[in-house]
């Protein structure tokens, strides 16, 4: 027996983009997501027509009583370009569902306005006050590792191929990175604030050598500008990168002590200015960080490194032995990971206090 | 002779294993998914086009990638045991198409938080969808991302239903001010609606 179909013919040549209207003026009224909600959104990845009578049904009838899910569902399919069948609706589900009166025009661009304003909104109103911890966020439930403040050391490479805004001899490729890096740094510093729970105390130092520049003491989070890492003509003369394994030594002295859970975060080309062997240099930064880690102090690195403009043959720094080293292909991504790092350090489960 | 073995390096796990490693425990392996799953969602908020070409969309994205992590992570990975559990039946199911819901979720939920009872004034609260129109939308869509649909007006459109306003369309798409913008989603929704209104055989 097949099951009546709705196709509503008539509907749709009374005005053939009425679902499309309905869907934007979903995006303004999205329900809140139910327990049944996640269920679906598996059934949406399957390509085709793959599922089973019964899964395809589960969908249909969701999609057709859950606006959240129908938004999902467009997202997705436009995405992957593809569109599954939708089953047959039983007539049972059709007949106490005749059109109801069309919202006019009006009401479907004040539904539009509201979700425009909605996300222009999301930046000020939402982001900022979440990732500062306002109560009542999801970011706030995050599993084993609470929003507990920070005391962080922000350890920058202060080498001049990588904060410094000087030139290369005429012709030279490529050309000088140290700019985009300088303000890829800036960019890091300037959002920091919203990245990390709003009590957090930061050091900002730079290194050349086995020489600390200290821009910021033990100072709120908030505090914490771009302006701090002065200009890039502040480092124009640093020839040398970070030596690591005296500095890795030496940083924990710079970590501020308020008796938070303590984390430095290296950022840099990687190379290392040891005067040893490489072999060398890798043993001692492991014990270095050896040291770091039985102290307690949780270390981030996020590395920019291109092979033609940085004077070391690879960035040896990644080799530090810890799982939260990443190392990123473009200066302005230096943001999102910083970002990513950080996360990671709230939901690392086996991270230490 | 001397005879070189080269030995290839083993490939990167691929996400689905990574999948599988988290739900059994492997220690590393939630970190190192977290990793790669965070790129693809900033990647596919770029290439949604959410809040394009606003000074924020970098915030948002990274709010929503930090938000599908949450999600994939809460309650013992109760999401990612239910996405495990759908693509042992169905093993063509995309782990991108997936996790391409659960960003639209997230964002949902990013636009929701800015709105109040106050801003939505007299609107009606969403309510079910009338069937009739749930089948149309997918038509909508089949014809939107049929191969012939310009692409430039598949994204005035997509755009749209996000909420951007014809200024935004006009600057992602490179065209010369709001008007003509306004003028290709109108051409956009034309051909749309020309298309729609065509019969279309429908399978039972």
Same mark, same amino acid.
């Given at each position: 027996v097949t099951e009546p179909t709705t196709t509503l013919a008539?509907l ?37 027509d793959?599922l089973t009578g019964r899964d395809r049904d589960a969908r249909d009838h969701h999609l057709a009583t859950c ?17 599954p069948a939708l089953a047959a609706l039983p007539v049972a589900t059709v007949l106490p569902a005749l059109p109801?009166?069309?919202?006019? $025009? ?39 590792? *609470?929003?507990? *403040? ?47 729970? *709003? ?27 771009? +302006? ?11 020839? +040398? ?10 940083? =924990?002295?710079?970590?501020? +002590?308020?008796?938070?859970?303590? =984390? ?90 | 002779?001397?005879?070189?073995? !080269? ?41 949604? $086009?959410?809040?394009?070409?606003? =000074? ?7 709010? !929503? ?15 990612? $045991? ?10 063509? =199911? ?11 979720? +997230? ?16 609107? *009606?609260?969403?309510?079910a969808l009338d069937p009739g129109d749930a089948v149309d939308l997918a ?54 609606? $020309? ?7 429908t399978r039972d």
């Open positions: 008539s749709a040549a009374q005005d053939p983009l009425a679902a499309l209207d309905r869907l934007a003026a979903d995006l303004a009224a999205a329900p809140p997501e139910t327990g049944a909600c996640p269920s679906i959104w598996p059934l949406l990845a399957v390509p085709g793959g606006a959240r899910c129908r938004i999902i569902a467009v997202e997705t399919w436009l995405d992957q370009g593809e569109v109801r009166p069309r919202r006019s $025009r009006r009401s479907v661009y004040a539904a539009l306005g509201v979700a425009a304003a909605a996300i222009l909104a999301v930046g000020s109103a939402v982001v900022a006050p979440m990732l500062a911890g306002a109560p009542g966020t999801q970011l706030s439930a995050l599993l084993s590792i *609470p929003r507990a *403040p920070l005391d962080l050391l922000i350890l920058v490479d202060g080498q001049a191929t990588f904060l410094g805004h000087g030139h290369l001899p005429a012709g030279s490729t490529p050309a000088w990175l140290g700019d985009k890096t300088f303000r890829a740094v800036q960019e890091v510093l300037a959002k920091l604030k919203q990245t990390v729970p *709003p009590d957090t105390r930061v050091t900002l130092a730079t290194a050349t050598g086995d020489t600390f520049d200290v821009r910021l003491r033990d100072a709120p989070v908030a505090t914490l500008s771009a +302006a701090a890492l002065g200009t890039a003509a502040d480092y124009q003369d640093n020839a +040398a990168s970070p030596d690591y394994p005296h500095v890795l030594d030496r940083a =924990a002295a710079l970590l501020p +002590a308020n008796g938070h859970r303590r =984390a430095l975060l290296v950022l840099g080309t990687g190379c290392d200015a040891w005067s040893g062997t490489p072999a060398a240099a890798a043993t001692a930064r492991s014990a270095a960080l050896e040291r770091l880690d039985a102290a307690g102090i949780a270390v981030l690195s996020v590395t920019y490194w291109n092979e033609e403009a940085h004077a070391c043959a690879e960035p040896s720094i990644l080799r530090m032995g810890t799982a939260r080293s990443v190392r990123v292909a473009q200066p302005d991504l230096l943001a999102d990971d910083v970002t990513l790092m950080l996360a990671r350090l709230r939901l690392d489960p086996g991270a230490r206090r | 002779v001397v005879t070189a073995l !080269v030995v290839e390096p083993d490939p990167p796990p691929t996400p689905e294993a990574l999948v599988d490693l988290v739900l059994i425990g492997s220690p590393g392996a939630w970190s190192a998914l977290a990793e790669l799953v965070h790129g693809h969602i900033l990647d596919l908020c770029r290439r949604r $086009r959410w809040a394009a070409r606003t =000074a924020h969309a970098a915030d948002l994205h990274r709010e !929503v990638a930090l938000r599908v992590l949450e999600k994939l992570h809460a309650g013992d990975y109760a999401v990612l $045991r239910q996405w495990a559990a759908a693509r042992d039946r169905y093993p063509d =199911a995309r782990f991108t198409a997936w996790l391409g819901a659960v960003a639209s979720n +997230a964002l949902i939920d990013l636009t929701r938080t800015t709105r109040t009872t106050d801003e939505l004034g007299d609107e *009606p609260a969403a309510t038509r909508v869509v089949r014809v939107l991302t049929a191969d012939l649909f310009p692409a430039d007006q598949r994204i005035a459109i997509a755009m749209w239903l996000r909420g951007h306003d014809a200024g935004a369309i006009a600057t992602e798409l490179r065209l010369v001010d709001a008007a003509a913008a306004n003028r290709l989603l109108h051409a956009a929704r034309e051909r749309l609606r $020309r298309a729609l209104r065509r019969p279309e055989v």
